[in-house]
């Protein structure tokens, strides 16, 4: 098995990027976003990878880190998540925001993953809430009754943003409308 691949970037795109190594050149199949514009051809990159084998197909997954690889790893045990489905997912939740997903039971953040209906994310909370705190035992869940959190999704954010904007209010103020507009303001400075 290959866990880990360490080499120059040849080049990337939208959910890949090509690793080379002493001549030879691996196309890593990534989550979407982990390669930036800012890292340039020629840059190391340090990958953590899951090999899968299905059929005649070798295909190299990789992650900024082992626990989105156990993640991934994990999501593919499932009844009807294959590798590029898992990818998705990966690319829409990062390890904490998946975590809060499945202990809040929250489905409907699940759905709105390309490829996923409400039976897949069902299945996936349902077969995930076991094992989600083993993969990540120190990840903060958030309060599904957090409104600043409602607020923010429900206007469009994404789980992440609406997670890093949150974490980066003052503590200082427990009124939910001084919370919401710091973290919109947060958010308008990114």
Known sequence: MISGIEGDIQSFGD???????????????????????????GTSVSLSTSLQIRQDNLSIYGFNSSAMRDFFETLITINGVGPRLALAILSVFDSETLHTVVETEDSDSLIRVPGVGKRTANRIILELKGKIEQLNPDAQILSPDDDVFNSLTALGYSIQEAREAIRN??????????????????????
């Open 169 to 190: 209010v003052p503590d200082q103020s427990s009124n939910t409308e001084v919370k919401l507009r710091a973290a919109l303001q947060f958010l308008n400075s990114q």
């Open 15 to 41: 959910g890949y990027v090509d690793v080379s190594i002493s001549g030879i050149t691996f196309r890593v199949n990534i989550p979407n976003g982990l390669i930036s514009d800012s890292e340039t051809i």
